[in-house]
């Protein structure tokens, strides 16, 4: 989730020194003086640091010109460990409790967004939150303990907007859920939605899958206690990444019927099947988008008539933009249930009665090409066949599941105003949460529309309940992928809009600020004209209540 | 003079109240999408080009051709059909994008004739035009599935599905070639399995069944599936697959001598496709003396009155086109469209349009020549076949020359042999139900 990459530590770096003011670092103060934050007045904000009593550091940073709105930030996911240097891309990465008070996808950008909302009137403050991994539950409860300190501490605050990326978002909608007298908005952004079983089942299926299909030495899960656990651990980001860095050469290498891993098990009349037709089995079962940043499903390289462009769209797109996909997802899915089993005290996963030909669904026909055929992807699902003993399903253990489900879940209640952003083609939360939530938004307009029809036959007064929740959607563009003069996919350009994690611009941060600034200041979403300029201005936004993304597996 | 203020204030009152209503009765009680005063907006998407688009790249001129010609003669109820055509090149993402850009940016009423399966399985999924509301009329595939009106409440489907034509198929089959060593190709998709569920259904088995990936037909394939045929001995080789692929199957065949009987299933048998496919413009010769089964009339059947009309439309409204089932296909979608319009009421919603076809369309004129399943519980079409044998011009003849229908359901209902019978075609090919 969001946070995940190292470059994300350099949060402290922001807090040294921003563009828009001089900052001084603070040393924060210990949690004996938790409720005394430490505040240094500079020529055009008021900067606090200070930590809660659990001792988790926050910053804050109020405006000279204060509207009275305070912006109370959630970051997302970091990672619980430190990773050892070497291991490719993760590697070096320290655990790091910085506050951040602002969204972005790195220093930079957190900068900047932090800087335009002061200069809205806009205070901004966030914790770095006492552990990391999944800490719905501690997150929760600091930024409760924070939202009185800051109100204590700056009277002028009238009104609070709660937002959060990813895990972040969780907390977002947690906070929402259960202390909604507290914020007056919400506004989670590609959210973790529900429950952590329904995000993590994701990652247990893709890792199951990559295991059964590519390398069945990845232990995927129910680490061992203690070192031996965290080395197992380690050992599978390795191995995700060797399968990734495997296919994709394969793929490279010959598109149509690229061979498989040499750590492959499967018999030989599944390595008939081209690997890649494996690989977008695992993320289609799994929920992971086939789209990705630089792989579209529409286009192909040379010329858009020919049967080798549309063959590229339909079967190759696919396997390379899971490709790019499943190395972000299971590494998260890793490093996330290696985290959870140490909560939890036990295997979180279980898959030993799911159904994946049901988890497919009509994306059995949707994605035929890229699964080369009906027979192909028959003999890869009775492959993974909870009878075949060559593919062991995960077994999980009840007690540690049912203590996983004693940590924060959602009950989709929407008690103030809520602007969620979600992502069509996010490759960690996908759209499927941000859509748990709006369902359960749904449901509660029906119902709150019913009763007001039911008492208007007593009353003979109604007034038509407005929606307390709208989902804006970052859509991915109809074509974006890139090829060179080779006809090699070109992987350079920025990832598209709708593609990546939590992949937002400071424009479009600063639309759904407004948007929420709004909301909590007049108790009701902002409609109409004047949503559709805000978000045409900020670009790559779009409100389409008509648009429903597919739940995540976990629901199917 | 009091009570005469007052008689006067109730008259002007009244009037009021009057005028009001006149007001409000002429204003559409909902403005619906793509409705305006003057205009219905439609959206079509269909392999306009690509490798798939041969043959299927007729289907939405031709309707677009056949509404120039209602447009011409007054439109319906006074509005002009505006059919927009999206490309998606039988890529499913890309159908998924056109058909978002024809629901959200150009905003039209509903979605008319979308072609193949994955596309419109994929369109369902990620577009969800069923949770808009948005009508998906007469969709171009023969998947039984889309006939299910609880999973895709807005989508109706036309064609008889590839499971009855299977069927169909099989009951010809049992009665023609009872001891005939038969033999089957088809597409390794919903299309293949469809079929195949339906054949099994219908009791046939195979001695050889050879299944080719969409995409991937080519000469090189097709030497592969008709050397298993020619090895197992196949005295009959129904050809289900997709006009390139029975196209290359024929070819390949020819060259190599092997002469089985052929049965063409309706989806692989059009001329223009086999022509294209093998780059030559004879090659209907090859299907000489192929049984083929059709749900409506061979475009070349001079005789029939649906052909007729359309061939007549063709001329004047296609820029010239050839006039071949594709053109017949999109013509008679496009006649059940203007139908399923003008029975929605004067100012049609995307509600109304789909009530009408539930409640009306059983009555609607069109091509086939089996009766319209449309009901308030089902979205099925056309559900019958009838037989016949191609020519050296690749035109199918009635093998009895009476259209004898084999009707059945896509389940495990019995095949019915009944008289074809249609409604006739609307004067001047003009609805005015």
């Known amino acids: ?556 | 003079m009091i009570g005469s203020k007052r008689k006067g204030l109730g008259v002007i009152t009244t009037a009021a109240i009057a005028t009001s209503a006149l007001l409000i009765s002429a204003i559409p009680a909902h403005a619906e999408v793509g409705v305006s005063s003057s205009e219905i907006k439609l959206g079509i998407t269909v392999p306009q080009t690509g490798p798939a688009a041969t043959g299927y790249n007729k289907v939405a001129p031709a309707m677009k051709a056949y509404f120039a010609y209602v447009n011409a003669n007054g439109g319906v109820n006074g509005r002009k059909i505006n059919l927009i055509i999206k490309d998606d090149k039988y890529i499913p993402q890309e159908a998924i994008n056109m058909t978002n850009e024809l629901i959200l940016k150009d905003k039209v009423m509903a979605i008319v004739g979308a072609l193949g399966t994955a596309n419109n399985l994929a369109v369902a999924s990620k577009v969800q035009i069923a949770s808009r509301g948005v009508p998906s009329l007469f969709v171009n595939t023969g998947y039984s599935g889309f006939a299910d009106k609880k999973k895709f409440p807005t989508t109706f489907a036309l064609f008889p599905s590839y499971a009855m034509e299977a069927k169909a198929i099989a009951a010809y089959l049992k009665e023609n070639l009872p001891t005939a060593k038969t033999c089957v190709l088809l597409q390794n998709d919903d299309f293949g399995a469809d079929a195949a569920a339906g054949f099994k259904t219908g009791g046939v088995t195979f001695t050889e069944t050879v299944k080719y990936v969409s995409g991937t037909q080519s000469s090189a394939t097709g030497q592969t599936w008709i050397g298993k045929f020619a090895t197992a001995k196949c005295e009959v080789v129904v050809l289900f697959g997709v006009g390139t692929a029975n196209a290359i199957a024929l070819g390949v065949a020819a060259a190599g001598g092997y002469k089985p009987q052929w049965i063409l299933g309706s989806v692989g048998s059009d001329v223009t496709t086999i022509k294209a496919t093998l780059n030559n413009p004879q090659a209907t010769a090859l299907m000489n003396g192929a049984i083929g089964a059709s749900w409506a009339p061979d475009s070349a059947d001079l005789t029939d009155e649906y052909a007729k009309q359309f061939r007549e439309i063709n001329t004047t409204y296609n820029a010239g086109a050839v006039f071949d089932n594709n053109v017949m296909v999109g013509m008679s979608e496009g006649l059940l469209i203007v139908q399923a319009l003008r029975a929605a009421g004067t100012n049609p919603t995307r509600k109304s349009l789909i009530a009408a076809i539930e409640k009306k369309g059983s009555t609607f004129a069109s091509a086939g020549y089996s009766a319209l399943g449309y009901s308030a519980t089902s979205h099925v079409g056309q559900t019958g076949f009838w037989f016949g044998k191609y020519n050296l011009a690749g035109e199918l003849k009635s093998v009895d020359g009476k259209y004898t229908m084999y009707t059945t359901d896509s389940a495990a209902g019995p095949v019915v042999k009944t008289e074809q019978k249609r409604l006739p075609m609307p004067a001047k090919g003009l609805p005015s139900n």
């Open chain 1, 1 to 556: 989730m969001k946070n995940l990459m190292s470059k994300k530590n350099k949060v402290i770096a922001f807090l040294a020194s921003t563009s828009l003011v001089t900052m001084t670092m603070v040393a924060l103060p210990s949690a004996a003086r938790a409720a005394d934050p430490s505040c240094t007045d500079l020529v055009v904000i008021t900067q606090c640091v200070g930590a809660t009593t659990d001792g988790a550091g926050y910053v804050v940073q109020v405006p000279a010109k204060f509207t009275g709105t305070l912006f109370l930030f959630s970051h997302g996911y970091r990672y619980p460990v430190d990773i050892p240097a070497g291991i490719p891309l993760v590697g070096g990465y320290k655990v790091v409790s910085s506050p951040q008070p602002a969204p972005g996808g790195g220093a930079a950008q957190i900068t900047e967004v932090a800087t335009a909302m002061l200069g809205k009137g806009y205070a901004v403050a966030g914790s770095g939150f006492v552990t990391q991994g999944w800490n719905a539950d501690s997150g929760l409860k600091t930024n409760v303990e924070l939202i009185g300190i800051l109100k204590k501490k700056f009277p002028k605050i009238t009104k609070v907007v709660a937002w959060g990326e990813s895990l972040g978002g969780f907390i977002t909608q947690g906070l929402a859920e259960k202390y909604p007298t507290l914020i007056d908005a919400a506004a989670p952004l590609c959210m973790a939605a529900g429950s952590v079983e329904a995000e993590l089942t994701m990652g247990g299926d893709a890792l199951w899958g990559l295991k059964t299909f590519f390398d069945p030495t990845l232990v995927g899960g129910n680490y061992a206690a203690g070192a031996a656990g965290y080395a197992q651990a380690m050992g599978d980001i390795v191995k995700v990444l060797t399968i990734a860095g495997t296919l994709q050469a394969a793929i490279a290498a010959n598109p149509t019927a690229p061979a498989w891993p040499a750590t492959s098990k499967v018999p030989d009349s599944i390595k008939a099947i081209p690997s890649r037709s494996a690989l977008v089995l695992v993320g289609v079962m799994s929920g992971i988008p086939t789209q990705s940043a630089h792989f579209d499903n529409s286009t192909g390289p040379g010329d858009p008539t020919a049967t080798a462009y549309v063959s590229y769209a339909s079967a190759i797109s696919p396997a390379l933009g899971t490709l790019e996909n499943i190395a972000q997802a299971a590494i998260l899915g890793v490093l996330a249930t290696y985290d959870v089993e140490l909560q939890a005290g036990g295997a979180i996963f279980d898959n030993t009665k799911t159904d994946y030909a049901a988890r497919l669904g009509s994306d059995l026909y949707t994605y035929g090409s890229a699964l080369s055929g009906l027979d192909a992807a028959s003999g890869m699902l009775a492959y993974l066949s909870p009878l075949n003993p060559a593919a062991p399903r995960a077994v999980g253990n009840p007690n540690a599941m049912a203590k996983m489900r004693t940590l924060l879940t959602h009950t989709g209640k929407i008690n103030v105003p809520t602007i969620a952003m979600g992502a069509t083609a996010d490759p960690i939360t996908p759209a499927g949460n941000v859509q748990w939530l709006a369902d359960r938004a749904a449901e509660q307009l029906t119902a709150s529309r019913s009763a007001a029809k039911a008492a208007y036959l007593t009353s003979g007064s109604y007034t038509k309940p407005a929606s307390n929740f709208m989902t804006i959607w970052q859509k991915t563009p109809a074509k974006y992928s890139k090829y060179t003069a080779t006809g090699s996919p070109d992987t350079t350009p920025a990832g598209a809009n709708g593609t990546g994690h939590c992949n937002t611009t400071t424009k479009q941060y600063l639309a759904i600020a407004d948007l929420a600034y709004a909301a909590a200041n007049t108790g009701q979403l902002v409609v109409g004209g004047k949503l559709l300029t805000t978000l045409r201005k900020a670009g790559g936004l779009s409100y389409d209540p008509g648009f429903k993304a597919s739940l995540l597996k976990f629901y199917n």
